[in-house]
């Protein structure tokens, strides 16, 4: 499985960990950055790995910022992208089954990183329920981009 990834200067330790393990998990990792402490706008790094995912070059994306808040505004703002902040397991579950999203962002500075693992091995271990009704309103979200 392909995995874009990403964040700001707020959560660069925090991207490297999550990075680390999905590599040592076998994932096809791609690094959108940042990559040191450095200062950078979350805009640049969220649209650069959103693209990816909307391009299907990879299977899904994942952000981090200091809330991830921003990084997850900016995500949404690329066509094709339902990128869902969450802040524990149950969210990421249920934002797959409901919202098929196609990607996740966390936020550093809201919750450790042991949990943040849980949140991405449940987010990438969930699949889409395909029930109509679900399937019905992300049809109705998407057609509000075209
Ligand atoms: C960066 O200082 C901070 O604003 C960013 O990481 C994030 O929290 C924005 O939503």
Do not use: W
């Not at 959560?11 to 490297?16: L, N, V």
């Not at 690329?78 to 966390?106: F, K, S, Y």
Request: charged fraction near 25%; charge should be negative; glycine fraction near 8%.
């Amino acid at each position: 499985m392909k995995i874009a990834i990403g964040c700001d200067h707020g959560a660069f330790e925090y991207k490297e960990t999550i990075r680390k393990m999905l590599e040592a998990e076998g994932y096809e990792v791609t690094d959108c950055g940042c990559y040191g402490p450095d200062s950078v706008d979350y805009p640049d790094i969220a649209v650069e790995t959103a693209q990816k995912v909307a391009a299907k070059t990879v299977d899904a994306g994942i952000l981090m910022c200091g809330t991830g808040i921003g990084i997850s505004i900016a995500a949404n703002k690329v066509h094709g992208i339902r990128c869902a902040l969450c802040t524990d397991t149950t969210m990421a579950r249920l934002t797959r089954e409901h919202n098929d999203a196609n990607m996740l962002a966390m936020g550093a500075r809201i919750i450790g990183i042991e949990l943040a693992k849980d949140i991405v091995h449940t987010f990438l271990a969930t699949s889409f329920s395909n029930d109509n009704r679900h399937v019905k309103r992300i049809e109705k979200l998407m057609a509000e981009e075209n």
